[in-house]
């Protein structure tokens, strides 16, 4: 086995003898040589040691077992350490020769490295010369410009930062239009075709109702003696009745116009009948009251036959009908209903889903806006429960809650109802505003543009769908203005609740004005 050690060196030596004859460059290079060298046989020993070990373990196995054969490996072995002897001869023969080679090419080496100092130096003196000539140059661009270097410096690096905000801000406009485009394209060819192709009834709801006379000697009757009628009509029907100097009319005033309803028809078959009385007022309103529900349960039905919804419960069919006495900012609530609900089966069509579904889901999203009894619930909640209670399909119960963002959505179908009942409210006139938050609202979208250093003033035209921004020439370039348009257009978006969009243009005008005397 100390053969194989002698051996594995002495490999090891020969080819740290070949890098050396390789090497051609500097001493430098035959150090390192010489320490891979060690290195490699540090190792050659490690692994020879290693070696070792794991043949004498197995000499002593196979001794036991097989001594005959044991002799044979032995044989073999010292036959192959000759071999290797010979080859290290040969080796060492031509190790000597090319270090005789490598000794004549150092010499030459030496004389290069000479030759390579001295031009190192002349390099060294002329650029030393150069830097002289530079600081002497800057000295008179700081003298020239009045401006030191790190001045001139921070100026240079200011202009290209806000050159590249600039810029950066103008990409980011354009990404995100593009992206607009390419992402609501699909969307934006749905909705106006689902829009286009419905037209919708648009009613205006008061909370008055006017009860035309024939003559004014009948409100001495409705008023009745020392006002006991009045008093007994306002009772049964839990409307208000004001008369007043407008000649041949009495108004009806109420919140509910289910009741102000009971109330005219209740008040003209008293007219129209003649006896007034607080137990025929009773009696008549009573009738009235049973009358306007058999007519509320007609036109539920007549309203899920025409849309085509079958297997809805007698309570939710009632309830549909009721919401032809309710509105919803001055909109109808059936009309609103039928609206979204006409929608959101073109949606889905349009879509690969299931319309008649999405029409169920569209036409009972707002059912909990005409519940029985009054609850503090919401009334996406409430008409979510509602749903749920008389066994509609999983899927409409959670657009009718989510159509507010009060649940989370698990349907497809959630988010078409939620944007159909988007459409309906924001068709121009189906709604209206209360001047004062419309006021209100304009104000404060003026108030957000005033707000931002450079704008001298701000006009929300056009009923508040756009902003016109008007800047001074002087305090906000051409980029600025861009920016400016975009920052404003987010800080609403984020900040603001409206219909629709909001157009906001920035406009920049610059003037020079002479006087010719």
Do not use: W
């Given at each position: ?129 150069l830097e002289k000539h530079q600081e002497e140059h800057i000295r008179r661009l700081e003298k020239i410009a009045g401006l030191t270097a790190e001045e001139a410096k921070a100026q240079l690096v200011e202009s290209l930062k806000n050159e590249a905000q600039t810029q950066a801000l103008a990409l980011q406009q354009e990404i995100i239009d593009d992206a607009k ?308 257009a987010q800080k609403i978006q984020t900040e603001m609740t409206y219909p629709g969009q909001i157009k906001v243009t920035v406009i920049r005008e610059k003037r020079a004005v002479n006087v010719a005397r």
């Amino acid at each position: 086995m100390d053969f194989v050690i002698i051996g594995v060196v002495c490999i090891a030596v020969g080819i740290i003898a070949g890098k050396f004859i390789f090497a051609k460059n500097t001493r430098k290079q035959i150090e390192d040589a010489e320490q891979q060298a060690r290195k490699i046989v540090g190792d050659a020993q490690a692994n020879a040691e290693t070696l070792k070990k794991e043949k004498m373990l197995e000499a002593k196995e196979r001794f036991v077992q097989l001594k005959a054969e044991h002799d044979k490996e032995v044989l073999q072995r010292n036959q192959k350490i000759s071999e290797g002897e010979n080859r290290i001869k040969q080796k060492e023969q031509a190790l000597n020769q090319k270090g005789d080679q490598l000794d004549k090419q150092i010499k030459e080496n030496e004389a290069i490295k000479e030759n390579l100092n001295r031009q190192i130096e002349l390099v060294n003196i002329k650029r030393t010369e150069l830097e002289k000539h530079q600081e002497e140059h800057i000295r008179r661009l700081e003298k020239i410009a009045g401006l030191t270097a790190e001045e001139a410096k921070a100026q240079l690096v200011e202009s290209l930062k806000n050159e590249a905000q600039t810029q950066a801000l103008a990409l980011q406009q354009e990404i995100i239009d593009d992206a607009k485009q390419k992402a609501n394209k699909e969307a934006r060819k749905i909705i106006i075709q689902t829009i286009q192709r419905t037209a919708a009834e648009q009613a205006i709801e008061n909370s008055i109702t006017v009860f035309n006379l024939e003559s004014d000697e009948i409100k001495g009757q409705i008023i009745g003696r020392e006002g006991r009628n009045i008093r007994a009509i306002e009772a049964a029907t839990g409307v208000d009745l004001i008369v007043d100097d407008t000649p041949e009319a009495i108004i009806l005033s109420s919140f509910d116009p289910l009741r102000r309803e009971i109330a005219r028809l209740s008040l003209q078959r008293l007219v129209t009948d003649g006896r007034i009385h607080p137990a025929r007022i009773e009696e008549v309103v009573e009738k009235t009251r049973r009358q306007i529900e058999e007519q509320v349960m007609e036109i539920g039905e007549r309203t899920v036959i025409e849309l085509g919804i079958h297997g809805l419960h007698k309570e939710l069919i009632r309830m549909v009908g009721r919401m032809r006495f309710r509105s919803s900012y001055g909109q109808n609530l059936l009309m609103h209903s039928r609206e979204t609900a006409n929608l959101c089966g073109i949606m889905a069509a349009e879509l690969g889903l299931n319309p008649k579904l999405a029409k169920r889901a569209g036409l009972l999203h707002d059912i909990g806006k005409v519940p029985d009894e009054e609850t503090e619930l919401s009334h996406a909640l409430l008409g979510m429960k509602l749903a749920e209670k008389y066994g509609e399909n999983p899927a409409v119960v959670n657009a009718i809650g989510a159509h507010h963002d009060e649940v989370e959505m698990a349907y497809v179908i959630a988010p078409i109802v939620q944007a159909c009942d988007a459409i309906s409210g924001a068709r121009p006139g189906a709604r209206r505003e209360i001047m004062q938050q419309y006021l209100q609202r304009i104000k404060e979208l003026e108030n957000l543009a005033l707000a931002y250093q450079g704008v001298e003033k701000a006009y929300a035209i056009q009923a508040g769908r756009e902003l016109r921004v008007i800047v001074e020439a002087d305090k906000v370039t051409d980029g600025d203005s861009d920016r400016l348009s975009f920052e404003i257009a987010q800080k609403i978006q984020t900040e603001m609740t409206y219909p629709g969009q909001i157009k906001v243009t920035v406009i920049r005008e610059k003037r020079a004005v002479n006087v010719a005397r």
